[in-house]
């Protein structure tokens, strides 16, 4: 379905796997034809794996069903669709789901569509004999240097599957790694009948998705300018954009709501999660986010256009992750006066406590809240200049769980033997417990074999 010079409306609903659910009110009240749910990380593969480790039903984003139960409403009225990439490393039980969702909300006739192909993990080592190196795209290193079997195997795809379940009239389109901005284009490609060689427009989605994949941090979210100015924060929307048949856009947000679209908000989010930006490599296209331009319009709104777009690459992206041993963490807080010489005294007492009971620690990673954990080192060498606190981090990996889990009890008699004023657990407490670590390895595999298994399901709701 082409639909000539309408625009696209298209709205980010959710930024990441633990979001407000509640902005989608305002979304779809406001009228949109598509809503994107953009749920996925590195960070959160990685969680949806261990999730899986212990239910195999599990592995898509467990918030979902809070997400349909707001949206499938307006899409039973045929107001909007949904595009997700909830489905993580487990689509098909994504899709269970939302059926399951939609019977509970009594409704029926819906399609829910599922873009398979991502997943490559059981094919990498027949991949990789057949010429795939899967080098470590940040250290260089050897597959065969792997220290442990891969445990997922996700290949960042495009917009394309997306963009045949819409072909064959899906409702509901859920995916496993889907590309953030690659969701929001689908429905633009879709929609316009944009080819797959039209790299301008193709570049100029990309854009609108990267503005939009974040929810509130286009609408001053994360703001660095005056943030204290931004019209009600504690109801910050997400952001909405009209998308002309040329890629041109008009950012936008719910009237009424709070926050601000400007082109001071949007320009950090175009520059977030950005190696060079004159290259963005999408799966799609390789956009130049130097083109685009910006013009504010009245009532928050900003015209985006003039995006340039380069042919895209012959590879994808592919994420995996394997065992990398447990960890372990406590924090304690020191107060005044020399509160980071008692934390850095403590640090050292327990590290040698540890290596006095015979623990083996293969990594440890010591931090000083309030001193040098977020900027570097903050504290003045001038007399009088010592934070009023500050809270020692200590975090270790050992190659088994048991040992990583015994290390913290070093610490617990340090309660009444440390240095002077004592220390306070906090978070996790003194002694926390232990837990999987899973090392991230990003590589890339070849587009063509990725793209001969990539498949779309068709349900209904019966």
Sequence with gaps: MHNGAKNVRVAGGQGFYGDTPAALDSLLAEGIDYL?????????????????QRDETRGYTRD??????????????????????????NPPAAARVAIETAKQLGLSGLKIATVLGDDVLSRLDTLHRAGQPFTHLDTGEA??????????????????????????????????????ASLFLAPCVFEHGWSWDDWDRLAGGIVVGHLL??????????????????????????????????????????A?????????????????????????????????????????????R????????????????????????????ARVAFSWPDAYEKAKATAAIFVKRVVAAGHEVDEWCIEYWGVDALGGVTVPDAPGCEPPECVLRVAWRCAEQRTAGLIGRELIPLTLSAPPAGMTGMGRGVAGGSNELLAIWPTLVSKDVVDERVTVTMQEVT
């Design 64 to 89: 979902l069903p809070g997400y349909l139960a707001r949206a499938l409403p307006y899409v039973a009225d045929g107001r909007t669709k949904v595009i997700t990439n909830a489905g993580g490393i």
């Design 36 to 52: 994107c749910l953009e749920a996925l990380a590195e960070l959160t593969l990685a969680i949806l794996q261990k999730d899986r």
């Design 213 to 254: 994949e974040c929810s509130g941090q286009s609408i001053g979210g994360n703001y660095t300018g005056d943030w204290w100015a931004l019209p009600d924060p504690w109801e910050l929307p997400y952001p909405i954009a009209d998308v002309a048949a040329d890629a041109s856009a008009v950012i936008s947000k719910p």
């Design 143 to 180: 597959f065969s240097t792997m220290s442990s079997e891969p445990l997922f195997a996700s290949a960042y795809l495009g917009a394309r599957g997306i963009v045949d379940a819409l072909e064959q009239g899906a409702d509901i389109v859920i995916t496993g790694r889907v590309a953030d």
């Design 302 to 329: 900003v015209r985006v256009s003039g995006v340039r777009g380069l042919p895209a690459t012959d590879t994808y992206k592919l994420l995996l992750a394997h065992h990398a041993g447990w960890s372990g963490e």
């Design 256 to 300: 009424g709501a709070g926050g601000r679209v400007s082109t001071d908000t949007l320009r950090h989010q175009l520059l977030y999660e950005v190696g060079d930006p004159a290259r963005y490599l999408a799966p799609d296209v390789v956009a130049d986010f130097t083109s685009a331009r910006f013009e504010d319009l009245p009532n928050d």
